[in-house]
């Protein structure tokens, strides 16, 4: 089995900092591209920003100069710095993982996510 487990989600005032983690745990052969995905009331979850396995980024347009995306193939974990939050950023925040079992076979992985609050 493959488990994704996220950590770091809270409240924070507008303008502050939070850096989410995600650690991939299992029979892991290897991790190919991990991202960061959210999702808020009554919105479709929305890709936030991903990272390949030679750490090539993508970010949404949204988010472009206040996140930060890495990941430490070692550890199998990803991470996401967010800094200058705001309001709209308010979301659970979703890991997702493309992994190699060590039975070769390739699946596509979620975590339980993590609640992101920004507000006054």
């Known amino acids: 089995q493959v488990q994704l487990v996220e950590s770091g989600g809270g409240l924070v005032q507008p303008g502050g900092s939070l850096r989410l983690s995600c650690a991939a745990s299992g029979s892991i052969f290897s991790i190919n591209a991990m991202a960061w995905y959210r999702q808020a009331p009554g919105k479709q979850r929305e890709l936030v920003a991903a990272i390949t396995t030679g750490s090539s980024t993508n970010y949404a347009d949204s988010v472009k100069d206040r996140f930060t995306i890495s990941r430490d193939n070692a550890k199998n974990t990803v991470y996401l710095q967010m800094n200058n939050l705001k309001p709209e950023d308010t979301a659970v925040y979703y890991c997702?993982?493309?992994?190699?079992?060590?039975?070769?076979?390739?699946?596509?992985?979620w975590g339980q996510g993590t609640q992101v609050t920004v507000s006054s």
């Open positions: 997702n993982a493309d992994i190699t079992r060590y039975s070769r076979r390739r699946s596509n992985y």
